[in-house]
Structures are given as C-alpha cells and as structure tokens.
C-alpha cells in the first residue's frame, strides 16, 4: 500500500461549485499533514495545514479523519484560478522530518 | 524574504555529461530537502539535511547521485554520470525545525533534460 494515495483525476468543476476529495494515509503514527497546491510547470506551495479539528481557511476546508486515516480538502464557490493539482502531504513519523507526497489530485474550473 | 532559490532554471545536456544543481536554502532554515518529480513518480523525496548534516540519502537512486552541504547557505546535486532516465524537474525546499508541523517551502524547480 502507498504510503499516501489520492485519486488522480481530474476533477471537472464548474465555477461556483463545490468540490472535495479525499486522501488516505497507511501509517497511522502520521503527525503532520499538509494540503499543497502545484500549478502547470510550478513548484508546490503550501495551501494550508490540516489539523485534528478541522480548519478553515476562506472558501478552502480541511478535514483529517485518523480512525480512518483519510484527510478531505473541500473548495466553495470555485474560481477559475483554482485550477490546480493539490497534494496531499503526510509526515512521517519518528521525527518529523520527512514528508510523503500524494500524487495530487486535478481540479479543473470549468467556466 | 526571498524564497528559496534554485538554479539553474532549465538544464538541457548530453547523456554523459555531469551535471550540478544548486539550492539557496531560505535564511534561517536548519532543513534542507532535494526531491525529483515526474508524472509516473510523483514527488519523491531524494536527501534531506539537518544542520548542514545529511540525515538520510535513501531516496537517492544510486551512486551516480550525490549531496552536499558545505554550510547552511548552499547546496548542490550532482549527477555524474547523467542518463535519460534522469530527466525530470528537481525541486529543493527547505524549513524552519523549530516545532512539529512546519511546512516545506519549495524553490522553482531545476528542469533537467539529458538528451
């Protein structure tokens, strides 16, 4: 099993709507957990961190389930400019130290 | 605050050739992070430093592969010698230890594209 997976996509949205995906994680003594966003041809900014109770951060919600060990990232009111391959990002234990990135998921705005 | 810098930018060379990476690590930041992506792999994580220290290389691929960190402002990737299979974009991050849950922050990645 990876140790991150998330469904790839893409993600087809038509502006306005709401989207939300999943990612789960196999090790289940994962600290830290991240939402990144990586345009075309960009380097991976991070969008924001996950924490156990949820947050919110505008029209950008995260969840980190850990019985089942997924995290969700929901957008609202979609824009174009959120077109984007969002990874999901895990630490791994025993330190902090090292991260482990999903593949991403695709979100495409559609106009 | 600058960023994290990379360069080059862009490196297009024959197979053979050595090719040399370079990271600027943003200032203050004890960790450094040189990871390699591509569409079939995703972000693979390749070293990563702690004070200037490599801590663990088990993501490098093989020995044409090497790592270094002369002091906490500066590090290279080497590749000698470089081969197709080596072409992908080449990302380094660095970040503050200070307490759990520090983000990574990522310079513009080095395209390399070995002919």
């Known amino acids: 099993r990876k140790e991150v997976e998330q469904d790839p996509g893409p993600f087809n949205v038509p502006e306005g709507a709401t989207v939300a995906f999943n990612c789960t994680y196999s090790n289940s003594a994962s600290q830290s957990f991240f939402w990144y966003r990586q345009d075309c041809r960009k380097e991976p900014k991070l969008l924001m961190s996950v924490y156990s109770s949820g947050n919110e951060d505008g029209r950008f919600t995260a969840q980190l389930n850990r019985a089942s060990q997924y995290i969700s990232l929901l957008i609202r009111d979609s824009k174009l400019s959120d077109s984007a391959t969002y990874l999901c990002?895990?630490?791994?234990?025993?330190?902090?130290?090292?991260?482990?990135f999903g593949k991403g998921n695709q979100v495409v705005v559609i106009p | 605050d600058a960023g994290v810098i990379q360069s080059p930018r862009h490196e297009v060379t024959e197979m053979g050739q050595e090719v040399t990476l370079r990271c600027k690590p943003i200032s203050g930041h004890n960790s450094l992070f040189w990871y390699r992506q591509t569409m079939m792999r995703g972000l693979e994580l390749l070293i990563y430093f702690n004070n200037n220290v490599p801590i663990d290389d088990s993501g490098m691929p093989e020995d044409r592969f090497s790592a270094k960190m002369p002091n906490a402002s500066f590090s290279t990737l080497k590749i000698q010698p470089s081969e197709p299979r080596d072409s992908a974009v080449y990302f380094c991050?660095?970040?503050?230890?200070?307490?759990?849950?520090?983000?990574?922050?990522f310079g513009d990645g080095t395209r390399l594209s070995i002919l």
């Open positions: 991050a660095s970040r503050l230890d200070r307490t759990r849950g520090q983000p990574q922050h």
């Open positions: 990002v895990v630490s791994r234990p025993y330190g902090n130290n090292r991260l482990a």
